[in-house]
DNA sequence: ATGAAAGCGCTAACAT
DNA sequence: ATGTTAGCGCTTTCAT
């Protein structure tokens, strides 16, 4: 591996204006940058960025902790974060956790040894033990989505309660008063948010003499389908179920068809996301939308904010949820 | 930050040893290996795994390098790979070339410059121009799905023509002899792929008098609405379309049934990859499979192989698809 | 306008 | 069984 000193030994100059000369960091004669720049040509030089960070401190690297690749909530908002990161000369680390708060800690563990400059935190799977890490070891982090608002950290914030609102305003205009909720695994910070985001919303009505009830999915198709089959079989039916994301909307909406029982028509269906699937599955699904893209990029400005001066005071950014009504919801039928 | 001389002067120690504690490379008395690691936990000790790696020229990074991860074909192979590097110690920059090759470039050389101990390269973006680099600079690296047989690297191949053949036969058993394939954009070469391996199945069944086109889209679900709806207007109509990838099958079912053509009673259609989206949209999408996660699992284990060893023989592994039939085929109709 | 030399935090060959 | 020392390839202070 050719280096400094090979440079500078052939272009006749010391390993410092070889330094200089790449990093543009004190004057050198026209000439004598000219001789070291074609020695670098000539012999294909490439830096250690190793080395570099280790003498400045800092890797240009960041990392980007996930709960899982597959969830389509992810992708986009991956696409997001790494597009402004290369646009800065940074490189990612993409950390999946697999919603194990165990293997959130070791990928953290191990990017803190890295020396990355940066992590934006999106896994659902985040506690307490993982909040205290980040900030034991003082390494700059972004938090997207983690619920506490109170804590002192750089945070993306999602407002569920906006989009939750629209859909149950639509829901009861179209006449529907027994709407139930079908949520994430309980477990997970996002899925528990969005219940209790759900259920002030349903307060919030309760002059429209609401009735409600909250069953447990799994934040993926399986569960939703699982979840709607047990509602079929139940003595009374909801009009309209609203459902803590898109694949469980998906999976709920596949079994009441399967049972027979048509959507909007019979039961109205709301999911929470906006994935590209729901504009795909017919009839396509009135959902909440949250801007992943936009969320990714800006938790990456935000990162990149705190990189560039750590003294800036915490940084907050509320993403709001809107409702985009397509095909799933209706008015609800008079026998029923 | 805490470093070895820190560790070593308070355990009383010289900072190899504590290196050889660490690494747990030489023998250490048990009381001494026992002092050092109490001061490293008292001292909340992390390696510095920059300057490790600056030393021993390994870094236990690697990159993959895919071309858009909001393409449902990624997610799975990223899994793969991110799994099992983070099983042998591997950590993983992810690099999106956006289906840009000058993108694509530019990621390989950051990459080499962070001194990755391998390069995955998985994107479609991928000429000769980033082959060349790969050699050149004397990288690891493992190609998926790069078209080039006889090239002399680490390579994964997907075997179309076994999955494409069934389909075709399949369609010919069900009476359909008049076949349209809407391919992916032209310049990309897994989608150059996928076109020749179509008509090579075309080609080897003359003999069943076979009537085809080619007609062009873009690998994403527009693409299919757009082409279909072409296919709509035009005078003669095939009875199946065989897609390039289900994302453009999708799409092009869409149109059809927007158009009033009933899927598969009218028209059959057949995609490829079998992403999560074929069995949920309705009709359920029968397709041709490729088993993304074993072959993002397996580019990873032949990229540990030839880091272990580099005087390996070339390595290979193909992947065979398969059709996966579902309910978007059916009988050709009489009356077409 | 350029160079010498120390240092970033670690490893590893060579001593003892 | 442990220590000394010379790097790894770069940056940066201090000289000249």
Known sequence: MVNYND??????????????????????????????????????????????????????????????????????????????????????????????????LKSIGALIKRKIDGIIVASSQVDSSVIKQLFDTNVIFVLVDWCKRNI????????????????????????????????????????EIRIRNFMDVIESNKSNDL????????????????????????????????????????GAMKALQTGGVKVPEDISIIGLDNIALTEIVSPALTTIELERYRIGKTAMELLLNRIKNKELPKQTCTFKTKLIIRESTSERKNNN
Chains 1, 2 share one sequence.
Request: one cysteine or more; glycine letters at 8%; a positive charge.
């Open 211 to 250: 009735n409600y009830k909250i069953l447990e999915g799994d934040h993926k198709i399986d569960g939703g389908f699982r979840v709607a089959q047990k509602i079929l079989k139940g003595k009374i039916c909801p009009t309209a179920i609203v459902c803590s994301n898109d694949l469980t909307a998906i």
């Open 7 to 104: 440079i500078a030994r052939i272009a006749k100059v010391s390993p410092t204006t070889v330094s200089h000369v790449i990093n543009e960091t004190r004057f050198v004669m026209p000439e004598t940058k000219k001789r070291v720049l074609d020695v670098m040509k000539k012999l294909k030089y490439q830096p250690n960025l190793l080395a570099r960070s280790l003498a400045t401190g800092k890797t240009h690297t960041i990392g980007l902790v996930i709960s899982d690749i597959r969830n389509p909530f992810y992708p986009e908002l991956v696409q997001g974060v790494e597009e402004l990161a290369v646009k800065n000369g940074y490189n990612v680390f993409l950390c999946n956790t697999d919603y194990d708060i165990g293997k959130g």
């Open 152 to 191: 002192k950290a750089d945070s993306l914030y999602f407002d569920y309660k906006v989009g939750i609102a629209e859909a149950i305003s639509h829901l009861i205009s179209f006449g529907h008063r027994n709407i139930y909720f079908i949520s994430g695994p309980k477990e997970l910070k996002t899925a």
